[in-house]
């Protein structure tokens, strides 16, 4: 089975700052999904980044982009520029492209941001 | 125009009771899910739905059943709610049942008293 780790629980930034997110998985398929969701303290998780194993270019998304190491199976993410609204629960989770009962997100415990003055 | 919307947004309960939720998507979507977010913030896959079968039913108590009258909505029934029910749930759709970005709905917070 597939598992997702965030070892940080929590991180702080300053704005205007740059963070990084850190994000292992565990597989062994060749081909799969991984995203990036946020949850601010509204609960809604919304989607900020996703990139395609097969893909060896790195998805960018404004000032998000990821740093995808296939190898190493890590998948982090950068914030660049951080913004007072950035600040929310940053969730990674992973997909295998397969239909059926594998296509469920498996995600990782989270990791807390604070962005400060 | 919400794309997936959940009712309630909140729901305060007792112990022993039965209580639905309700999930919509208007995207044309043919595969939901639903979602359960505990206290320390995990996480973890209830069921799936693709063109109203059931595709994915995780390791949760049968109170639990979903229903999907149409594809484009999912609900949650509970029966005999339990304390270790209180959780955050999340209603989710995409495209099919492959690699497809899944989409949130805003969550229920549920508390079992």
Redesign the interface.
Known sequence: AQTVTQSQPEMSVQEAETVTLSCTYDTSESD??L?W?K?PP??????VI?Q?AYKQQNATENRFSVNFQKAAKSFSLKISDSQLGDAA?Y?CAY???????A?????G??TRLQVTL | DTAVSQTPKYLVTQMGNDKSIKCEQNLGHD?M?W?KQDS??????MF?YNNKEL??N?TVPNRFSPKSPDKAHLNLHINSLELGDSA?Y?C?S?Q????E????G??T?LLVL
């Not at chain 1, 997909?95 to 009962?101: A, D, F, L, V, Y």
């Not at chain 2, 099919?96 to 690699?99: F, H, L, Q, T």
């Open positions: 799969y999904y995203f969701y949850q509204s609960r809604q998780m919304i989607l996703r395609e629960m969730f997909r295998s492209p397969s239909t059926g009962t296509s469920k997100l498996t995600f415990t989270g | 595969t899910y979602y320390k913030k995990f996480l973890k896959i799936s595709i994915i995780e955050v999340f989710a995409s099919g049942n492959g690699a970005t899944q989409y949130f805003p969550g917070r």
